[in-house]
């Protein structure tokens, strides 16, 4: 059921404990949001993760977004994929976590920071559910993306993995990885067709690959113009979503860092299309892109999801 901001439908949960969720996306990478500030919540976000954001059986989405408070920022933003694992970034998360926020009475502002565990993250308010993010400086070095590949300061472009043969779609050899960290790690590969890419093989053998000792997001890209980039995404512990913010961030820095495109792109995904500004090597990059509520709902606790006190 798709809902319009001022018309929500709120509906009433049967017998037994519910638990209240807002189920939203950005640029079709979609998310449950769970208000750990409104709501008591699940003692074991972790399971109770891999539970709602299962497709079939759950309510299905590409990640868990939970508000918190913060003594650090205005708001936290806790992130599950859903194999339970939690991530330090989600840029398309951190737009559609704002909008909740503004949409479910918990700020006017507009912008504000929402500590995650790469930092705290500033979200503004770009346009009628636009929102730019400053997604601070990229991370070259190498062992802090963290990556094996690369030395020194960095930063990491084109350089060759072995692929068994199962894995690279095309027969063996290597595929050419430029790494960079947006707050999450990131391996960009270039091909000639992102539509024909072996995203799910090879996806998961480089987020898998021993050169990233905290796995990594995977994204393939065919660069149309100085202006515009398309992109595929392999997200680590999700698998193919139709968007990643972070990961389009990091595809126009390592582009940008070849020269092969403007210091303003338009990043093209499955779901939507995000801009992506970076003015200079020193400078911060910067993303704007949508944020959509799709529903509200509520979904039923089972004994065995105590809450928190």
């Keep these: 059921m798709t809902t319009e901001t001022n018309h929500r439908f709120q509906p009433g949960p049967a017998d037994g404990p519910h638990l209240a969720f807002t189920k939203m996306h950005g ?23 891999q539970r709602i954001a299962h497709r079939q059986f759950g309510i299905g989405c590409d990640q868990v977004l939970v508000v918190r408070s913060s003594r650090q920022a205005d708001f936290r933003m806790e992130i599950f994929n859903p194999d339970g694992s939690q991530v330090e970034m989600c840029a398309n998360g951190i737009r559609a976590f704002y909008k909740y926020l503004r949409d479910h009475g918990h700020t006017d502002q507009d912008e504000i920071g929402v500590e995650t565990l790469s930092g705290v993250v500033r979200p503004r308010w770009a346009d009628v559910d636009q929102v730019r993010v400053d997604m ?49 790690p990131h391996a960009v590969i270039e091909v000639p067709d992102v539509d024909a890419a072996p995203v799910e093989t090879l996806g998961a053998f480089i987020e898998h690959h021993p050169a990233f000792p905290n796995r990594v997001n995977v994204e393939f890209i065919s660069i149309e113009s100085r202006q515009r980039i398309r992109q595929r995404t ?32 338009t990043v093209a995904l499955r779901g939507g299309e995000l801009l992506i500004e970076w003015a200079d090597d020193n400078a911060h990059v910067y993303m704007t892109g949508p944020a959509t509520e799709v529903y509200v709902g509520h979904i039923p606790l089972r004994d065995d999801e105590p809450l928190e006190a």
């Design 27 to 49: 640029a079709g990478n979609d998310f449950v949001v769970l208000d750990g500030l409104r709501d008591a919540l699940p003692k074991d976000l972790s399971t109770f993760s």
């Design 136 to 184: 601070a400086q990229p991370i070259l070095v190498p062992t802090e993306i963290p990556t094996t590949l690369g030395e020194g300061q960095g930063p990491v472009l084109e350089v060759p993995i072995e692929v068994p043969a199962d894995r690279a779609g095309d027969g063996p050899g290597p595929v050419y990885v430029s790494s960079v960290s947006m707050g999450n």
């Design 234 to 265: 392999w997200e680590r512990g999700t698998g193919e979503t139709l968007a990643c913010g972070s990961g389009a961030c990091a595809v126009a820095v390592t582009a940008m860092l070849r020269g092969v495109v403007d210091r303003q792109v």
